[in-house]
């Protein structure tokens, strides 16, 4: 697959300039290629290898499953691939999520890759496009934060370890897999991770390795962290452990010389099959179109200017937006928050005039923290700027910890942070402008809610789902957010939700994320905390779950969970729901603004997967891949639910933490 190697490194970096941005986690890339049409025989043949392939790999010793289905020119030709580190059950989850996400960001279209943390998948209608094309291209990523001591042992060390680990999983492993590490004697230890797909030999699998470490290891100087994806081969390394298991290689940390550091010991005219990197950047996913050779001629004439120009633009772009980075379960470094928050700083005197000088009229709300107002900055773009209120200690700290934790996530479904302010006394975070603001605002208002027909119902729950299970599950910081409900949806203009509002979140380590954590004091919203979490402080990815199921019955019926105990007799939405449910008649709890006007199986589903969530004992409430799962088709057969716990715990206000 890795047969076709691009000679000219200045080609290269001239392409990288003309190169559209890609998308954050998870990162999809839609080719340049055929679209197909609903209901015809490309579709037919995408749905079947999307029921097989995911069961194939996750069956297969090496995770790995091709297929090829049908004939030329409605032929589908598909590859999966997990991480060898994860289980079954993980890898068949990732990429069923995979084919469901994939078809969403690449609609209709033949060709579509998609990369996420434990797997990969990639179809297309051209079975020879990893040795041929050029619209899917290696993506690097690098890590905010550098190591500021002792750089040349540093880089050194990352180029002798990623080198080793890739030398492993092509000439030591029937799975083309490798983990490595450097022993202690050197600070930061470093991790790092190599895999071909199997069916690479293991000299493709070196060369395939090789070419994109060569492309890729001098832009990741002095930082803390780098990855390269492609569909035949990636590597990844990182001061902070990321893999299970043992390390397959484990290397001696240079000695204190202060030479420079080695070169990585690659073929420096190497470079990968199907083109140059694409840097990372916030936006949709879009499609990659094929370089025309009349612009690769073109820019030869002036080769040795671009090449300069492209490596110090590319390098600069990727180290200011690329996802962050660390350790559990603190926040960061002092040099990463450092880095960070000078990458994002923006003028005092920009964000008065973009708001008006945040006059009232263009309010868009008000937390515990202060007040949220729109703004236009000097280049048109719309953002939403939280401004903390004067005198606010509880906002002081609830800004500190959005700021630790948001400027760290990348999801479509999770709020995005584009810059913030520390200056003149001001305190901001400034956010992308979602359209429609708040779910609260038009589910729970009799006339807004009527613009929420069932297809938007359904794309809210399940967008709300995919963002917690990348907060739970999928992003470099496990996180449970702790105060999920309708405010704290944001819904943009084509009603996808991002989830928002958090100051009260909080970082968990691998090890703690079904496992509560107990909390020195209950912060939340009234009706949406978990039984555990309210009566004992006790917090989990599960507490998050709970929250959700709640929301999920309060986007289908319309009605607010009141959690409030009137006349010794409980009366909030659990409890309704469930008589329903019990007596057959739960149709009757969805919201009458929708008239009818919805599939009963869709809904029926939901609601029970909400009631699942809202299981009294935390173990009983799936995690949200699951739940992704459930919602996305009835192929998984759910379980009876029990009857929720009711809120009569409920009669006073949580303190603040």
Known sequence: MANHLVPCAAIVAAVVLLMPCATGYPWPFCHDSDNFKANSSYQA???????????????????????????????????????????????????????????????????????????????????????????????????????????????????????????HAAYNSTRRFATGESRAGFEPKVYSLAQCTPDLTAARCRTCLEAIISQSLDGFQNLVGGRALWINCTYRYETAPFFDGPAMVQIAPPPSSGAPAPAPTVAPSMQPTSGTPAAVAGG???????????????????????????????????????????TYPMYSTVAEDTDMVDSMMMDASILRAATGDFDESNKLGEGGFGAVYKGVLPDGGEVAVKRLSQGSSRGVEELKNELALVAKLRHKNVVTLVGICLEQQERLLVYEFVANRSLNLIIFDAEKRERLDWRHRHQIINGIARGLQYLHEDSQLKVVHRDLNPSNILLDANMDPKISGFGLARIVGRDQQTQAVVSQGVVGTYGYMAPEYALRGNYSVKSDAFSFGVTVLEIISGRKNSAIYNGGKPDDLLDTVWQHWEAGTVVETVDPCMDGGFPEGDVL?????????????????????????????????????????????YQESPENE
């Open 284 to 326: 949709g996913g879009r499609k990659y179109s094929r370089l025309p050779s009349v612009v690769v001629a073109a820019v030869l004439a002036a080769v040795t200017a671009l090449n300069l120009a492209a490596c110090l633009c590319f390098w600069r772009r990727r180290r200011r937006t690329a996802e962050e980075k660390q």
């Open 45 to 167: 043949h995408l749905d079947f290898v999307a029921a097989t392939l995911p069961m194939n790999a996750s069956a297969s010793p090496d995770l790995f499953a091709t297929a090829v289905v049908g004939t030329v020119p409605e032929q589908l030709w598909a590859v999966g691939l997990c991480r060898g580190d994860v289980n079954a059950t993980a890898c068949f989850n990732c990429l069923t999520q995979a084919f469901r996400d994939l078809q969403n960001d690449c609609s209709y279209d033949k060709g579509a890759t998609i990369y996420y943390d434990p797997c990969m998948l990639h179809y297309s209608d051209n079975q020879q496009l990893l040795a041929d094309d050029e619209s899917d291209l290696p993506y690097f990523i690098s890590y905010n934060g550098n190591v500021t001591s002792d750089q040349a042992r540093f880089n050194g060390l990352v180029a002798e370890l990623v080198n080793a680990t890739a030398e």
């Open 605 to 649: 589903r939901c609601i029970h997967v909400a009631l699942l969530c809202v299981q009294g004992d935390p173990a009983a409430r799936p995690a949200m891949s699951s739940v992704v799962m459930m919602l996305g088709g009835d192929t998984i057969t759910l379980q009876a639910p029990s009857k929720p716990m009711i809120f009569e715990y």
